[in-house]
């Protein structure tokens, strides 16, 4: 009954927003030019956004912009758009102005634009959103799935308190695609405990692509996009930097993660970046108890240079992420009764104290990865880009026991091995503007990659080749925007195992077309909507196919089946937005139908082996309808006060056999209440302090009897939030950030996480955020 309550006042707002007047005291505006800086051609398309204000317009056939409705004040402006360096100006409004902006030509890569008001070469039909400025703040020393969590629509798939990835609308691992800088991340994302291998830190930007995204960036998007996108290399501009600190009560965590970079005196066009981070904690601990062995090692870097010249360019981008992370000792159980009785009292069999020791079981993984890009933009607004990528993903499980030949245990080597090598070659051509409206984009891309296991059979060795040609074309007025595209995917498979002394290989073929099209209406500068149709597709991957036996991260036994076939989805969206100076209303709908669709399904009864009893899963196939609402809604009622909700809505139907399926993220409902503090003085600046509640349903619609365990009662979390900046100089500052989540230790379980079935999830978490920025 309370989250129907929820629900009602949160609806209730929605509807208050369509009778609220606009400000009639906010009369200003701002209007003018966009320009190519080289040839004074006038630029179509860009996007020229009011930052903070959620604020935005296209320019026109003659690169013309205007926004009016403005409020007396001090703002930041932005115009950007794929091709050019985006360019910031501040500006203190008193009346009409004119601003005129001259772009310069510069890589952007084709996944790196912002969301929500920004230009996307994702389907801008399509919803999106982003996480940047003090908003990506508030989550740094998270992981990448945990940082995400605050967009509606998403959540997290966990393995214990350490490992999380990111859900988009019910859909995770091979059916998201995570671009990792402007290349397709590639890892050992089959597995829910193979969390993405990136450091947040790297981001300036997090954004994510709701909805079947498969023809701009290839099969597996069936269920959307998260881009990991960095700013812009710091092309003939002085020594800068930041260092951040993080502390976390829950662990006793501490990261720490510095950036330097800059231009090269007397090398005009050059530019470098160097970024750094640390990470260490220990058990983590429940309401009532430490969960042994939780503790996590990081350590990551990464080297970036780049060089611009009149429309070329070239960028090399190196990172290496290295983590070492423990598996909660008491997921390991010996015998069939014990598990029952663990998971029927809801106590582990293992308790501890703190420590930071990470023992057996846990994961080592190192990720690689090399990229080099390179452009060249004519001056007819045509473009070129080439774009080749190398990833080693290297991964390392260690069992909870060792072996018992004394003299291989003192060797203290892994059981499970995976070693998987992946090329990347995307190359793109953006073609010059037909009539200034119609513009678009042909390109190929091709991935080959190998895995090397070593250890307990598991998976077998394979390699695997994809091609991929896609086509886009969008056509742009003042008021309309429509885009279409279509593309072809073959990839091959090769799979090599040994059975009773004997080798086995397989080959697999698949193949498939994917498509989209859509809309976009804007009814004014206040108002707009959104509709696309996508499809896409997604083969089955070798855990699916080849899995057979006890995968320990997991703490599971999952056994695979060849005769799977590829997914195929079909995915209607459609959204609204209003945004004024008060209030901020989106509202998503969408429907997502994927034939053969896979998934681990429970077995009736936890399996017995020699290395200890597991719950037991099966992948199989059937035909799932993913029908779902994300409502987000923000209202400044006093001033400096913003009270903020998002609603996300989820029904997933099992078509094939007149059922709901299993592991599916329940309902939820997070509000905050903000309030920001006037400048004290030119020193302290963007002071807040907010408080929020995140209401997550319980899953009821489950199938009868399909889990080893029901599914957890409904839970509401608590946290604390402040932060405010101190500005030593105009090139120092220092920004402050405190927060404490789940303010009442409230003991809870989340549906989404696979160690449900031993223990509760963290208890509260204080936690200390410090940034300090320096240079240009």
């Not at 390179?374 to 260690?398: M, P, V």
């Not at 091709?446 to 598991?458: A, V």
């Not at 399926?661 to 309902?667: A, E, Q, R, S, T």
């Amino acid at each position: 009954m309370p989250y129907k309550r929820h629900i009602f006042l949160v609806i209730f707002s929605l509807l208050s927003v369509l009778s609220y007047g606009q400000n009639q005291g906010c009369a200003c505006f701002v209007k003018g030019v966009v320009r190519d800086k080289h040839s004074g051609q006038p630029v179509v398309g860009a996007t020229v956004q009011i930052l903070g204000q959620n604020k935005g317009v296209f320019t026109d056939a003659s690169g013309r912009y205007e926004l009016r409705d403005l409020c007396p004040g001090s703002y930041t402006m932005e115009c950007r758009i794929v091709g050019y360096a985006s360019f910031q100006h501040k500006l203190d409004l008193t009346a009409g102005h004119e601003e005129n902006f001259n772009l310069e030509e510069q890589e952007v890569h084709l996944q790196d634009v912002e969301i929500t008001a920004h230009r996307s070469e994702a389907p801008s039909s399509q919803p999106l959103t982003t996480i940047s400025g003090t908003d990506l703040e508030k989550t740094r020393g998270q992981n990448l799935g945990e940082s995400l969590k605050g967009v509606a629509g998403v959540t997290t798939l966990q393995t214990g308190s350490s490992i999380s990835k990111p859900v988009i609308h019910g859909l995770h691992s091979n059916r998201i695609l995570i671009m990792n800088n402007g290349v397709r991340q590639e890892g050992q994302q089959w597995g829910s405990e193979h969390a993405p291998e990136i450091d947040p830190f790297i981001a300036t930007r997090l954004s994510v692509v709701k909805g079947a995204a498969g023809v701009r960036y290839g099969s597996d998007a069936i269920g959307g996009v998260i881009l990991v996108e960095t700013e812009e290399l710091p092309y003939n501009k002085q020594l800068s930097g930041e260092v951040n600190a993080v502390g976390f009560s829950n662990g006793r965590q501490g990261v720490g993660s510095a950036t330097l970079q800059g231009g090269i005196k007397g090398l005009k066009g050059f530019a470098w970046r160097a970024q750094g981070t640390i990470k260490r904690g220990g058990n983590i601990r429940t309401p009532r108890y430490f969960l042994d062995n939780t503790g996590i090692s990081e350590k990551n870097f990464s080297l970036g240079a780049g060089y611009r010249n009149q429309g070329f360019g070239i960028d090399v981008f190196y990172s290496r992420f290295a983590t070492k992370i423990g598996i909660f000792s008491g997921s390991h159980i010996g015998s069939v009764t014990d598990l029952l009785n663990v998971i029927k009292n809801g106590e582990p069999l293992i308790k501890s104290g703190f420590s930071y020791n990470i023992a057996r079981p846990n994961q080592n993984v190192a990720h690689e990865l090399i990229k080099a890009e390179t452009h060249y933009h004519f001056k007819n607004g045509s473009g070129i880009q080439w774009t080749f990528a190398r990833q080693l993903n290297d991964r390392n499980e260690y069992d909870l026991h060792r072996p018992r030949n004394d003299s291989i245990a003192a060797l203290n080597r892994p059981e499970l091995t995976f070693k998987l090598s992946t090329l990347t070659n995307d190359v793109v051509w953006d073609h010059k503007p037909i009539a200034g409206k119609l513009a678009g984009q042909v390109g190929i891309s091709t991935l080959y990659q190998y895995n090397l296991m070593d250890g307990r059979p598991l998976i077998p060795n394979f390699n695997q080749f994809n091609i991929g040609l896609f086509w886009l074309e969008r056509y742009v007025t003042n008021k309309w925007e429509l885009e279409a595209g279509v593309r072809y995917d073959y990839r091959t498979l090769k799979t090599y195992r040994i059975v009773n002394r004997e080798k086995i290989a397989n080959d697999f073929q698949f193949a498939n077309f994917s498509g989209t099209i859509g809309a976009t209406r804007n009814f004014s500068e206040r108002f707009s909507a959104r509709l696309n149709v996508g499809s896409a597709w997604r083969a089955p991957n070798v855990s699916e196919l080849f899995s057979d036996g006890v995968h320990h991260g997991a703490a599971a036994f999952e056994k695979g089946d060849a005769t799977l076939q590829s997914e195929k989805a079909l995915n209607t969206t459609a959204s609204l937005k209003y945004a004024d100076e008060k209030w901020s209303v989106e509202i998503v709908g969408y429907y997502n139908y994927i034939s053969d669709y896979i998934y681990l399904k429970p077995q009736p009864e936890p399996i017995l082996t020699i290395r200890g009893a597991f719950p037991y899963f099966k992948y199989t196939q059937t035909d799932a309808s993913f029908t779902g609402i994300d409502l987000s809604a923000s209202w400044k009622f006093a001033k400096n006060t913003t009270i903020a909700s998002k609603l996300s809505y989820l029904r997933v139907y099992d078509q094939r056999n007149d059922a709901f399926l299993v592991m599916i993220p329940p309902n939820r409902l997070d509000n905050e209440l903000k309030y920001e503090l006037p400048g004290i003085d030119e020193k302290w600046h963007n002071t807040f302090v907010s408080v929020g509640n995140l209401l997550v349903a319980r899953q009821k619609r489950v199938p009868a009897n399909s889990d080893f365990l029901p599914p957890p009662k409904a839970y509401s979390l608590w946290n604390l939030q402040a932060g405010t900046s101190l500005r030593f100089s105009e090139k120092q500052e220092l920004e402050i950030g405190v927060s404490i989540q789940n303010i009442f230790n409230t003991a809870y379980r989340d549906y989404l996480n696979r160690f449900r079935y031993y223990a509760d999830e963290m208890g509260r978490n204080a936690s200390l955020r410090l940034k300090w920025k320096f240079g240009s």
